[in-house]
């Protein structure tokens, strides 16, 4: 009975899994159409390859892990796809970025582990080691929402937080979570309740936030205002529409009969693009 348990959460957390590796499919879509990567960051895919390869090498040397191995091949797949779409579309920069990316990350980060791993571990220790550093990785990835978090409370907005992305997130936890804890896999169990707190997280803070008026933050203090348009400029490279007012200047009189020109500050505003913000990494996929 529990072993038919932990194949129905397993089945149900590919499904789910694939449903959220295939999240991306439109903007690769209208990156081919229109034949440029219109500044989209490619570091979600590149880690999202590197995640799907660790799980991999950890599911061949542990016992059982079949629906393991079908789902991580899955997003392997799907993630080169993606990349190597942006590396055809993307612009000089971009692809310098993600070359330097894949080649740190799923060349000599994966290389540099599967070298100490098969040289120094055998049997259970390779495999214990494997759950550590997959564990680990996961952690990382599952704390990386917390950005989006600050800045959905900072400008009570949830505009950034797409809210059916973190609903399947979330679900895509629980049912990985269900499948490590019937399997006694605490390597694949306890990430996933991390990534459930914080799918719930996300949730509750649009349920609070999505019909509030957006917050808007203006700086007063020049060394902000400077160290701000540098970041705008900077985000403005990867994934987002800057949008400049500048109001007309009014000349009007004082008491004196003087005149008295009345300069309101440059604003800027910028909406980072949606895909971006989100990261599409599970722990199993």
């Given at each position: 009975m529990a072993f038919s348990w932990m194949f129905f959460f397993g089945l149900l957390g590919n499904v789910?899994?694939?449903?959220?590796?295939?999240?991306?499919?439109?903007t690769f879509y209208a990156i081919y159409k229109k034949k440029t990567s219109e500044g989209f960051q490619s570091i979600p895919y590149v880690i999202a390859l590197f995640s799907a390869m660790l799980w991999l090498f950890y599911a061949i040397f542990q016992k059982d892990c079949t629906l393991l191995i079908t789902i991580n091949s899955f997003t392997f797949c799907m993630e080169i796809i993606y990349i190597t779409i942006?590396?055809?579309?993307?612009?000089?920069k971009d692809k310098i970025t993600t070359l330097k990316l894949v080649l740190l990350f799923n060349v000599f980060g994966f290389g540099l582990i599967s070298?100490?791993?098969?040289?120094?571990t055998h049997g259970e220790?390779?495999?214990?080691?494997?759950?550590?550093?997959?564990m680990i990785f996961s952690l990382?990835?599952?704390?990386?929402?917390?950005?989006?978090?600050?800045?959905?409370?900072k400008t009570k907005s949830v505009e950034f937080m797409p809210f059916y992305l973190s609903?399947?997130?979330?679900?895509?936890?629980?049912?990985w979570f269900f499948f490590g804890y019937l399997k006694r896999d605490p390597f694949v169990a306890v990430p996933n309740v991390l990534g459930f707190a914080f799918g719930l997280v996300q949730m509750v803070?649009?349920?609070?936030?999505?019909?509030?008026?957006?917050?808007?933050?203006?700086?007063?203090?020049?060394?902000?205002?400077?160290?701000?348009?540098?970041?705008?400029?900077?985000?403005a490279k990867v994934s987002s529409t800057i949008c400049s007012d500048l109001n007309a200047v009014v000349p009007q009189l004082n008491g004196d009969g003087n005149a008295v020109v009345l300069v309101e500050d440059e604003k800027e505003t910028w909406k980072p693009n949606k895909q971006d913000m989100a990261v599409y990494v599970t722990v199993t996929g």
């Open positions: 789910i899994s694939c449903m959220v590796c295939l999240a991306p499919v439109p942006y590396l055809i579309y993307g612009t000089k070298i100490l791993t098969l040289s120094l220790k390779r495999v214990e080691v494997l759950g550590w550093i997959n990382c990835v599952f704390a990386a929402p917390l950005c989006i978090l600050r800045k959905v409370i609903f399947f997130l979330t679900l895509s936890a629980v049912m803070l649009y349920v609070i936030y999505k019909n509030s008026p957006k917050k808007i933050v203006e700086e007063t203090d020049p060394k902000h205002q400077q160290l701000s348009e540098v970041h705008i400029v900077d985000v």
